[in-house]
């Protein structure tokens, strides 16, 4: 059961990826980063539940990320900065009315989401070898 939660993680982080990705497409930044922070958001949700772990909320993930994987070496110290990064400019995309999301945040963001998942599937592949 475990498994299959962990799977359905990372299968909703890619699909966010894409969802970002068309997003980004169409000029609708805010919701580009809003999307890639929900892939980089389900990434660490499937990481930390593989590692016994499991956050009730966007600060609570941030917090465990960083007790349980960055501060002990499992991954390093960027990966906590990426996901702390997307949460910020997804809020601000979100909340602020003039929010500052434009193109170069976008792109920023989409491209830390995609490193960010693929570095979870990776460090996940390895650990189930």
Not at 18 to 40: F, I, M, N, P, T
């Amino acid at each position: 059961m475990q498994q299959d939660l962990i799977a359905g993680y990372l299968t909703k982080a890619r699909a966010k990826l894409r969802v970002a990705r068309e997003l980004g497409k169409q000029h609708a930044w805010d919701d580009a980063v809003s999307r890639a922070y929900y892939a980089a958001f389900h990434a660490a949700q499937a990481v930390l539940l593989a590692e016994g772990h499991q956050a009730e909320t966007h600060r609570g993930l941030l917090t465990l990320f960083s007790l349980a994987l960055v501060k002990t070496g499992k991954f390093e110290k960027k990966w906590g900065k990426f996901l702390a990064n997307l949460k910020d400019d997804r809020e601000a995309g979100d909340y602020e009315a003039l929010s500052y999301v434009d193109e170069q945040t976008a792109s920023r963001a989409l491209a830390e989401a995609e490193e960010f998942v693929e570095e979870v599937e990776k460090f996940l592949g390895q650990r189930n070898r």
